[in-house]
């Protein structure tokens, strides 16, 4: 599976500080407890990069509605 493949599977995701003052990510889906720590910095280049993905998953999904449209004039 790739970053750009669909997937039927579920999960929960949690995101907040620990008592160490990290930042935890927390994956918990069927048969899977995952957590992820990170210092502040790392948690916000993570938040500058999850923006950035955003950013261009809608410019994708705006080009994809472009292109549904006709474009002839009528």
Do not use: H
Not at 63 to 74: I, L, N, Q, T
């Amino acid at each position: 599976m790739s970053i750009d493949s669909e997937s039927d599977i579920s999960a929960n995701l949690q995101i907040g500080p620990t008592s160490l003052g990290m930042v935890r990510i927390y994956v918990e889906a069927e048969g899977v407890d995952l957590p992820l720590d990170f210092d502040p910095d790392e948690a916000e280049e993570i938040a500058e990069e999850l923006r950035a993905a955003a950013a261009r998953a809608r410019r994708m999904g705006e080009g994809a509605k472009d292109k549904g449209r006709g474009r002839g004039k009528g």
